[in-house]
């Protein structure tokens, strides 16, 4: 007689979870697990978990403005340290300068490998190694490309998890 | 940038606005962002002309805005800005009469002893590390308020010149 009662006063949440429910905190879980495995791998670091409080009542829209612009900003910066890279003699102050600027906007976002590739590549600059520089470009355009994927995936998650009606997890470093 | 949040104002009922200042696109959005969801109405700037422009003071230093002074309760600003660095930027808002009574608190990526007591001597409020974080953000509030009074009682603004000029050396607390 007590088991009957529990199922009727646990309709509501036995009824969501056969609408979908189980759906939701699958996505949820692997939410978790994609954010937490970024975070021991060092691809994000305490920024994201910042990024992620900030939301708030904003919902997910903020973040995803903000990655949209840091993707489209960062491929413009990729794409003139290459042809800076390119120009005989090697233009340093202009790959410096956007390396900065790289450095700056990846920290902003949480983007620890990124931010820490363009810090070694600003040093290479100011020391005009060319082979450095050559060297650290290649690992950018390896890392940032990886990266893209990764946050994509992650937003694509989020969406899904927002359309069924969940709550995006936020989750610690 | 007139879109106010929505998430409660001040004691006052004002809402505070704050001038922020960045040549970086994403981390101009970014403290845009935080500092909309702490309730400032916020305008930015993408470089040092662009804001002394808003600032009123533009090209002819000594036209000011007066309906620029009670707009702008405080000046962020990235340090590390080609054309004029947010060290400069600070100088020059400090040089105008009518304006160096605003807060100015100058953000950097690099923390660098010297350009950080070299930024409170010259009178910024605080010295603050990016990527800035929410507690940033909520300290400050207390950098507006002491400004406000001084709005509130022009009497004490009288008075201003008899305080001490060094006002840095209170604010040797790095974040």
Do not use: W
């Not at chain 1, 009824?15 to 791998?41: A, C, D, T, Y």
């Not at chain 1, 003699?89 to 450095?103: R, S, T, Y």
């Not at chain 2, 970086?24 to 845009?32: D, G, H, T």
């Not at chain 2, 100015?104 to 923390?111: A, G, L, P, R, T």
């Amino acid at each position: 007689m007590k088991s009957g009662l529990s199922k009727t006063t646990n309709l509501k949440e036995k009824f969501g979870f056969m609408e979908g429910g189980m759906e939701i905190s699958q996505l949820q879980r692997h939410f978790v697990e994609q954010v937490s495995s970024m975070f021991s791998k060092g691809y994000l670091d305490g920024q994201f978990f910042q990024l992620q409080k900030l939301q708030g009542d904003g919902g997910i829209d903020f973040y995803v403005e903000l990655v949209s612009v840091f993707f489209q900003d960062s491929e413009k910066l990729i794409n003139e340290m290459g042809i800076a890279l390119d120009k005989q003699p090697v233009d340093f102050k202009e790959i410096g300068a956007n390396a900065h600027q790289l450095k700056g906007s990846s920290a902003s976002m949480g983007a620890k490998r990124v931010s820490k590739v363009c810090e070694a590549f600003c040093s290479l600059c100011k020391e005009m190694d060319k082979e450095g520089c050559l060297r650290c470009f290649d690992q950018l355009k390896h890392e940032f490309p990886f990266l893209k994927g990764k946050v994509e995936a992650l937003l694509r998650l989020v969406q899904k998890i927002v359309a069924s009606g969940g709550a995006v997890p936020v989750v610690e470093p | 940038m007139g879109s106010s949040s929505a998430a409660g104002l001040s004691k006052e009922g004002d809402e505070l606005h704050i001038l922020a200042v960045d040549d970086n696109i994403v981390e101009r959005l970014f403290v845009e962002k935080l500092l909309k969801g702490s309730a400032y109405k916020v305008t930015t700037a993408d470089n040092g002309f662009r804001a002394l422009e808003y600032l009123g003071l533009g090209d002819e230093p000594y036209v000011i805005l007066k309906s620029n002074i009670s707009k702008i309760s405080l000046v962020i600003t990235d340090y590390c800005m080609p054309g004029m660095t947010g060290y400069e930027l600070m100088k020059k808002i400090k040089e105008s009469p009518g304006l160096k009574d605003i807060p100015i608190v100058i953000m950097s990526s690099e923390n660098i002893p010297t350009r950080i007591e070299k930024c409170l001597e010259e009178g910024a409020e605080e010295f603050m590390l990016k990527p800035l974080q929410q507690s940033d953000v909520k300290r400050l509030r207390c950098h507006e308020t002491s400004r406000e009074r001084f709005q509130e009682n022009p009497i004490e603004i009288g008075h201003k010149p008899f305080f001490p000029m060094t006002n840095g050396a209170s604010k040797t607390e790095q974040n």
